[in-house]
């Protein structure tokens, strides 16, 4: 049954209908041909990692209105598994090529394709994991509404840093705020957090803890 995001979309301007599919795809070609060489490289090394198994990560995400699409990106994870098959935590397959690609954000470039397809816009709600879609509140359904992006009011507001809970306010908040003038300055704030390697994971975890769904309001009676 297809996903259906909660009502209240965001307003419909030129810039949402038209300006903002043909931003993504002036600013991601020409970005994703000056990216070959360093992803070339970056591919490379990640090969003659032991242990790696492929150089590319591909996983469905909910897109647009929650369609699923392959998501790709750099592989920074090892396939090491547990006695049992199981794979090992997110800490012990991370590789120090893989840190680095992580904290440089370079195992991003490849979701440039994906902008290029339509999968995925420039700025956007980011794309979260499949099983979370029943998690949401109606709410939090509406990150949904517009098609997620690369990086995000909530990316340059702490990415990982930050609880779920603010990452869906912040999510919510672009989707009924989102403009071109916007874009620019998300895009000229996560070039700002790249370099300062901000955000990468959350404390104590390797990249983020897993959602698990908002807790109910309290209620309380007198």
Do not use: C
């Not at 991601?28 to 090969?47: E, K």
């Not at 709410?139 to 869906?168: D, M, Y």
């Not at 705020?177 to 895009?187: E, G, K, N, P, Q």
């Not at 070039?191 to 803890?209: D, H, K």
């Amino acid at each position: 049954m297809p996903f259906s995001p909660a009502p209240s979309a965001p307003p419909r301007t030129w810039y949402l209908r038209r300006g903002k599919r043909a931003f993504d795809v002036l600013l991601a070609l020409p970005l994703l041909l000056l990216a070959l060489p360093v992803l070339a490289g970056a591919a490379l090394l990640l090969w003659l990692q032991p242990g790696q198994r492929g150089v590319l990560f591909r996983q469905p995400r909910p897109g647009l209105h929650g369609r699923i699409f392959t998501l790709y990106k750099l592989q920074t994870m090892t396939e090491a598994r547990d006695a049992a098959g199981q794979l090992l935590p997110d800490a012990q397959r991370l590789t120090r090529l893989g840190r680095g690609l992580r904290a440089t954000s370079l195992d991003e470039l490849p979701q440039l394709w994906n902008v290029l397809r339509g999968d995925l816009s420039l700025v956007g709600p980011r794309p979260l994991l499949v099983e979370y879609l029943p998690l949401y509140s109606p709410a939090q359904a509406r990150r949904h509404a517009l098609r997620p992006g690369i990086t995000g009011w909530a990316q340059v507001n702490g990415r990982n840093a930050i609880s779920w809970e603010q990452k869906f306010d912040y999510d919510l908040w672009y989707v009924a705020h989102a403009s071109f003038a916007l874009d620019l300055r998300i895009l000229a704030l996560t070039a700002a957090r790249v370099l300062g390697a901000r955000g990468i994971s959350a404390p104590g975890q390797a990249t983020t803890e897993a959602f698990r769904g908002s807790p109910p309001p309290s209620s309380s009676s007198e």
